[in-house]
C-alpha cells in the first residue's frame, strides 16, 4: 500500500484547517473577560487554569484546551465558577466557539475542490462540540465538501480514541488503510494510528515538529502540501 493507493482525507479543525492561535487566542480571550464579569485579574487566573496568558493573549503549547473537549474546560472551569451550571457553562462555551473569528490555514475551497477531483472521500473528525464545528465549516463555505462531519458529541466518542475515525471509514466506505488522518495535535496522530490509518502532522497548531513527527508518517507546513505529498499537485 503506497499513498498514491489514498482514498480518503480525514481532517481535524482547529489547528488543520484553521490556524490554531489566529482563530482561537482572541476567542479565549473573549470568553475569560465575560466568565471573569469584565474583571481582568479574574479572567487571568482562570486563564491560568486552562493554559491560557491573558497579558500575552496566547495559549501555552502544552494547554489542555488545544486537543481537547468542550467537557474538559467545563470541568477544569466548573468549580471556579459556582454561580454556572455545569450546562450553562458549556451552552456558553459552545455559543462563543460557534461566534469564533475563523482563520483558514490555507484557501479550502480549492484545497478540497482538488481533492474532490481525485475522487477522494472527505470528513472532519475533531474533539470541538458538533455545532459549533459545523457553523465553522459552513461559514467557511466548505461544510458540503465533507461526506462526514463528527465532534466530541456525536456519539462516536472523542480522539486520542480511534472511534470517530473508524465511524468515518465506515461511512464512506473507504478501508481505513487507504485514509489518511491529518492533525496538528499528538492526539490526532494517536487515533489515527489506533485505527490503522496513514499520519499526517501539520504545523499550524501550536506543537512543534519533534512532538509530532514520532507519530506521524510525514509532517508538512500545512494542509497545502498534501497534494504534492499525495503526488498529484504542486506546492
Same mark, same amino acid.
Request: without cysteine; aromatic residues 6%; negative net charge.
Given at each position: 500500500m503506497t499513498r498514491r493507493d489514498i482514498g480518503a482525507v480525514l481532517f481535524d479543525k482547529d489547528g488543520t484547517l484553521f490556524d490554531f492561535g489566529a482563530t482561537w487566542n482572541g476567542w479565549a480571550e473573549k470568553l475569560l473577560l465575560q466568565?471573569?464579569?469584565?474583571d481582568r485579574a479574574r479572567a487571568a487566573d482562570l486563564g491560568r487554569l486552562i493554559g491560557? !496568558?491573558?497579558?500575552?493573549?496566547?495559549?501555552?503549547?502544552d494547554s489542555f484546551v488545544i486537543a481537547g473537549t468542550p467537557d474538559d474546560l467545563v470541568d477544569v472551569l466548573s468549580p471556579e465558577l459556582p454561580g454556572l451550571t455545569r450546562s450553562d457553562l458549556l451552552a456558553r462555551i459552545n455559543v462563543e466557539a460557534a461566534a469564533a473569528p475563523l482563520v483558514e490555514a490555507v484557501p479550502l475551497v480549492p484545497l478540497l475542490?482538488?481533492?474532490?477531483?481525485?475522487?477522494?472521500?472527505?470528513g472532519v473528525v475533531t474533539n470541538d462540540a458538533e455545532a459549533p464545528a459545523l457553523a465553522h465549516l459552513e461559514a467557511a463555505q466548505v461544510? !458540503?465538501?465533507f461526506d462526514f462531519i463528527a465532534g466530541s458529541d456525536s456519539g462516536y466518542g472523542a480522539k486520542p480514541a480511534a472511534g470517530p475515525l473508524l465511524a468515518f471509514s465506515e461511512a464512506v466506505g473507504v478501508p481505513r488503510e487507504r485514509i489518511i488522518m491529518v492533525g496538528d495535535s499528538t492526539h490526532d496522530l494517536v487515533a489515527g494510528r489506533a485505527a490503522g490509518m496513514w499520519t499526517v502532522a501539520v504545523l499550524t497548531g501550536l506543537?512543534?515538529?519533534?512532538?509530532?513527527?514520532?507519530?506521524?508518517?510525514?509532517v508538512l507546513p500545512d494542509i497545502g502540501h498534501l497534494p504534492q505529498w499525495l503526488g498529484f499537485g504542486a506546492e
Amino acid at each position: 500500500m503506497t499513498r498514491r493507493d489514498i482514498g480518503a482525507v480525514l481532517f481535524d479543525k482547529d489547528g488543520t484547517l484553521f490556524d490554531f492561535g489566529a482563530t482561537w487566542n482572541g476567542w479565549a480571550e473573549k470568553l475569560l473577560l465575560q466568565l471573569g464579569e469584565g474583571d481582568r485579574a479574574r479572567a487571568a487566573d482562570l486563564g491560568r487554569l486552562i493554559g491560557y !496568558d491573558l497579558e500575552a493573549s496566547r495559549f501555552s503549547p502544552d494547554s489542555f484546551v488545544i486537543a481537547g473537549t468542550p467537557d474538559d474546560l467545563v470541568d477544569v472551569l466548573s468549580p471556579e465558577l459556582p454561580g454556572l451550571t455545569r450546562s450553562d457553562l458549556l451552552a456558553r462555551i459552545n455559543v462563543e466557539a460557534a461566534a469564533a473569528p475563523l482563520v483558514e490555514a490555507v484557501p479550502l475551497v480549492p484545497l478540497l475542490d482538488l481533492f474532490h477531483a481525485q475522487g477522494m472521500r472527505l470528513g472532519v473528525v475533531t474533539n470541538d462540540a458538533e455545532a459549533p464545528a459545523l457553523a465553522h465549516l459552513e461559514a467557511a463555505q466548505v461544510r !458540503d465538501r465533507f461526506d462526514f462531519i463528527a465532534g466530541s458529541d456525536s456519539g462516536y466518542g472523542a480522539k486520542p480514541a480511534a472511534g470517530p475515525l473508524l465511524a468515518f471509514s465506515e461511512a464512506v466506505g473507504v478501508p481505513r488503510e487507504r485514509i489518511i488522518m491529518v492533525g496538528d495535535s499528538t492526539h490526532d496522530l494517536v487515533a489515527g494510528r489506533a485505527a490503522g490509518m496513514w499520519t499526517v502532522a501539520v504545523l499550524t497548531g501550536l506543537a512543534g515538529p519533534e512532538d509530532l513527527s514520532p507519530h506521524a508518517d510525514v509532517v508538512l507546513p500545512d494542509i497545502g502540501h498534501l497534494p504534492q505529498w499525495l503526488g498529484f499537485g504542486a506546492e
